[in-house]
């Protein structure tokens, strides 16, 4: 038994090969192309209504409880923004910043998130963000150190430049808007 040498067989192999790959090739599907959605004018995105409050009055100490005239201001946080609609709490993860919010948080049955307490405000509009909760009324306790630079985080200017240490009254309502953001500061 010979065996015949066939050159044309082995010439044809490389057009074969690069047919078959041509096929498997055109036989993939397409990617999908990705489309632009446009940003339409009803959006949401940055835009909400935000309470933001120092937490209540506090023992000395890092991380604190509420003193019994802190737990009576909670209360009358509670009491002050009850009807207004809040969607979400936005507290840190001291003592004194939950407990502040625990009134509103168990009697109006609100979800809260916790946000880092950052001298910049980068946290709490991340989380806002990541939670999708833009178009919302959010409620936000804050520090002393943290309330000013939070209301310009929001890109509105700030009606104080700081917070003393024993001042726990204060509320800023900062209204965002696709236009502007305002703030108006009352005390509760």
């Not at 057009?15 to 339409?40: D, N, R, T, Y």
């Not at 409880?65 to 909670?74: D, F, K, N, Q, V």
Request: hydrophobic share 35%.
């Amino acid at each position: 038994m010979s065996l015949h040498y066939k050159p044309y067989l082995y010439s044809m192999r490389p057009i074969l090969l690069f047919s078959l790959i041509g096929l498997m090739m055109a036989c993939q599907p397409k990617a999908p192309e990705k489309q632009v959605i446009p940003v339409s004018d009803d959006t949401t995105f940055l835009t909400g209504t935000v309470y933001l409050v120092r937490h209540a009055e506090r023992y000395e100490g890092y991380d604190s409880t509420l003193t019994p005239e802190g737990r009576i201001r909670a209360g009358k946080l509670y009491q002050e923004l009850k009807d207004s609609g809040i969607n979400k709490i936005y507290i840190t993860r001291f003592r004194r910043s939950i407990e502040t919010a625990d009134s509103f948080r168990i009697l109006g049955k609100v979800d809260t998130v916790f946000y880092l307490a950052d001298t910049t405000g980068e946290s709490l509009i991340y989380e806002i963000t990541r939670h999708e909760d833009w178009g919302k009324h959010l409620l936000v306790i804050g520090h002393a150190n943290t309330i000013v630079p939070i209301i310009k985080a929001f890109g509105a200017k700030s009606p104080v430049t700081t917070i003393p240490d024993k001042d726990f009254e204060h509320m800023f309502v900062i209204k965002k808007e696709k236009a502007e953001t305002t703030v108006q500061e009352r005390c509760y």
